[in-house]
């Protein structure tokens, strides 16, 4: 029945392809759970023009499943298409320094009258700073507010994302912690829509005397133990202790970029201990060396040696090369989905505003914030409800950008802007933040066409895939709460890799069992697991077991598994059948990998499996290479048999949008009338998607094909992921 029904939206959607419609209707928020009242308008410039961007504004009463907070709630969309190449999506500074603040209605006020041509229609807060709480005297002499993730603007980079030195001397539960991924929305010279985990790279090198290094960020805190590159757009100063190392650097072009090198002399070196501090001009750089760094650098430059600047970038989530391609990148913290998957469980009752950005499933871009309808209150989202949240309002891939008192919706109507939420802090009065992401009209086109939207994966539902025996390559589409490892799968070995990012005694990563087929662990008394490790020496895997009504670690449940460091592949069969509590559904599993040992960067617990068996012959035949009844030996069999059984519509030449100028009344905006679910094209597998994305776009900068091995952080999936085509 799904895949006739498929079929027959398949061809529908390629003759609306080929057919598109002038009189679609705008595509909008998915209706959410509640919902008491919605109202919506496209967005329109001050002499008529209409623009395709839509702002809709839904009332959640209280005493609903979103708002149990006592007083009603309000929830601001802002969506749009990058199709129309009019449009393009910018990172707002307050003015030529990192540090400046200001209200996100100065700041696209003033942005308009820095930049003819172009009009902001609507913006939200950006990302989160640097407070006292991480720039305090133990790191700077007066506070320095950076942003705490990658600030890319007009291809400039202002900031790469937060190191964990930064927290060493933090005065609140992050001290001493490393730093949580952050992630990023960004938008490459094609105007395709992403969102990711980038980590921004500089190498240095003297080039007078060939000696290279890597430091650890740009425009970040000046921390101990750390390399730090400064340029103008940081500060004046970067209010440097005097226990630091500086190189001060002249250079005609300090402009930090992806695809470029900058050069320079060297100008002044100031000596740990020194009083005397550089000032950072326009036409400096400076490398700022604290702890135990200082050895690595000191003596390695003097005064008229030449030196160059290096940066690259990549992104965890696996799109690379797109992002080697951005143009524009705001910052922020917790991601919630990532390419239709749950990416991060958020617990508890936390009522918090929030400020979130992401992109559908067709790639059309959409802007959120969800507060109290009421000015002064402060309440937003509840974590327990997020999820289902952002999954009924649409959202393939979101996260979240600064919130609190800093959540604030400002759009454009008949010439002027207006602040659209209540904001929470006292008296209601929007704060002053440190950047603002907009989408802005371009009275010339940006592009002359969008990208291909390949790269965008959307969701199989997963629920029906036996939990009998959870083979490698599913494993990061449901693993969660990764901690101190990061986590990737290896098609080559065929294998699920935890890799220890630090110094720790305490790496682990779960498997969400809740996201796949429920499965009573009073029937599956042993569990079968395929692992080898690359630490020469044996350790403990200590398995945290989620049943009945545990939903994570508890005390008393767990099960320790001793492992050898052979290096080998081999089978450990755990014997479940006398634990009492091994009762009731399975909910999952948490992997403490080296739980005996203390384990270093680099350390690796490979996975290629693990069985559930309801006797012990069944568990003594998988280790013996046998399947249990009714499983699959891969995700890959899975996707295969949940896809339709058609061939993919051979319309590429007849599905472009419509282009229209700036004039034109029915914009690129206008959407099919198919849902996202009735318009899903054949997918491919991970291996067959090698589709470069733009190539055939004239006037826009090509960009190579996403690479298909999957890196992930922290997260987990209810859906597998596979992909998909769009046309544009």
Not at 25 to 53: C, H, N, Q
Not at 430 to 448: L, Q, Y
Request: charged residues 20%; aromatic residues 8%.
């Amino acid at each position: 029945m799904m895949k006739t029904r498929k079929l027959i939206c398949g061809l529908v959607c390629a003759f609306m392809l080929i057919s598109f419609s002038a009189t679609a209707a705008f595509a909008l928020p998915g209706e959410v759970t509640g919902e008491a009242d919605r109202t919506t308008r496209e967005i329109t410039l001050s002499d008529g023009t209409k623009t395709g961007v839509t702002e809709t504004r839904i009332l959640l009463p209280t005493g609903t499943v979103y708002n149990t907070a006592g007083y009603d709630k309000e929830a601001y969309f802002v969506e749009f298409d990058l199709a129309n190449t009019n449009l393009s999506v910018e990172a707002i500074n307050n003015g030529e320094h990192l540090v400046d603040v200001s209200t996100v209605k100065s700041a696209v006020e003033n942005y308009n009258s820095a930049h003819q041509g172009q009009t902001v229609l609507a913006a939200m807060n950006g990302d989160l700073w640097m407070t006292a709480v991480h720039s305090n005297e133990g790191i700077t002499k007066s506070l320095l507010r950076v942003s705490r993730g990658v600030m890319i603007s007009d291809g400039e980079i202002w900031a790469s994302q937060e190191i964990g030195m930064e927290n060493a001397e933090a005065t609140n539960a992050e001290k001493g912690t490393t730093a949580a991924p952050k992630a990023a929305f960004g938008v490459t010279s094609q105007n395709q829509p992403l969102v990711g985990v980038p980590k921004i790279s500089i190498s240095v090198k003297n080039d007078t005397s060939g000696e290279s290094f890597v430091a650890d960020g740009i425009n970040r805190l000046p921390a101990d133990d750390s390399v730090i590159v400064y340029n103008y757009r940081c500060f004046t100063t970067n209010y440097a202790l005097n226990d630091s190392y500086e190189i001060e650097i002249e250079s005609d072009n300090t402009a930090f970029t992806i695809d470029g090198k900058v050069e320079g002399t060297v100008k002044a070196i100031y000596q740990s201990g020194s009083t005397s501090r550089p000032e950072i001009g326009k036409n400096s750089i400076i490398i700022t060396v604290r702890g135990d760094k200082i050895d690595s650098v000191k003596d390695k430059f003097s005064v008229g040696d030449k030196v160059s600047f290096d940066c690259g970038i990549t992104d965890d989530i696996g799109n690379t090369e797109l992002w080697q391609d951005v143009r524009e990148a705001i910052g922020g913290h917790i991601i919630l989905f990532s390419e239709d998957k749950p990416y991060t469980s958020l617990g508890g009752n936390n009522e918090y505003p929030v400020a979130l950005i992401g992109i559908k499933d067709d790639g059309k871009v959409m802007f959120c914030t969800l507060t109290s309808a009421e000015s002064g209150k402060y309440i937003g989202a509840n974590y327990s409800t997020l999820t289902k949240f952002v999954r009924e309002a649409g959202y393939n891939s979101v996260f979240f950008l600064d919130g609190g008192g800093s959540t604030t919706m400002v759009t454009l109507e008949e010439g002027t802007y207006s602040v659209r939420n209540h904001c929470s802090d006292a008296g209601g009065e929007p704060r002053s933040v440190i950047s603002s992401v907009a989408v802005v009209w371009n009275d010339e086109k940006v592009c002359e066409k969008q990208g291909s939207l390949d790269y965008i994966e959307q969701a199989v539902d997963l629920s029906s895939f036996p939990a009998q025996y959870i083979p490698a390559d599913l494993m990061p589409e449901i693993v969660s709460g990764a901690n101190a490892c990061g986590l990737s799968y290896n098609a080559q070995e065929n294998s699920f890799d935890m890799t220890v990012t630090q110094t720790t005694n305490d790496p682990y990563a779960a498997l969400n069992y809740s996201t796949i087929s429920p499965i009573s662990a009073d029937d599956y008394k042993y569990i079968v697991i395929k692992a080898k490790t690359n630490v020469e020496k044996s350790t403990n895997l200590m398995l945290y077991y989620y049943t009945g009504t545990a939903q994570g670690a508890t005390p008393g449940m767990t099960k320790s598994v001793s492992i050898d460091g052979s290096g080998e592949w081999k089978y450990y069969i755990v014997d479940m059948s006398g634990v009492s509590n091994w009762t009731g559904t399975i909910n999952g599993i948490r992997l403490d990998i080296f739980d005996s040992i203390n384990s270093e960067a680099g350390d690796m617990f490979s996975f290629g499996g693990i069985a559930l068996c309801k006797t012990e012959d069944e568990a003594h035949s998988v280790a013996n290479g046998e399947l249990p009844d009714g499983a699959y030996e891969s995700y890959d069999k899975y996707k295969e048999e949940m896809t339709p059984e058609t061939e993919e519509p051979t319309t590429e030449n007849n599905t472009e949008q419509p282009t229209e100028t700036a004039g034109e009344t029915d914009t690129t905006a206008a959407q099919e009338t198919l849902t996202a679910e009735d318009t899903q094209a054949p997918s491919e597998t991970s291996e067959e998607s090698t589709t470069e994305p733009g190539a055939q776009n004239e006037g826009c900068k090509s960009v190579t094909g996403v690479g298909a091995v999957l890196v992930l952080t922290a997260g987990f999936s209810g859906f597998l992921a596979i992909r998909k085509k769009h046309s544009r």
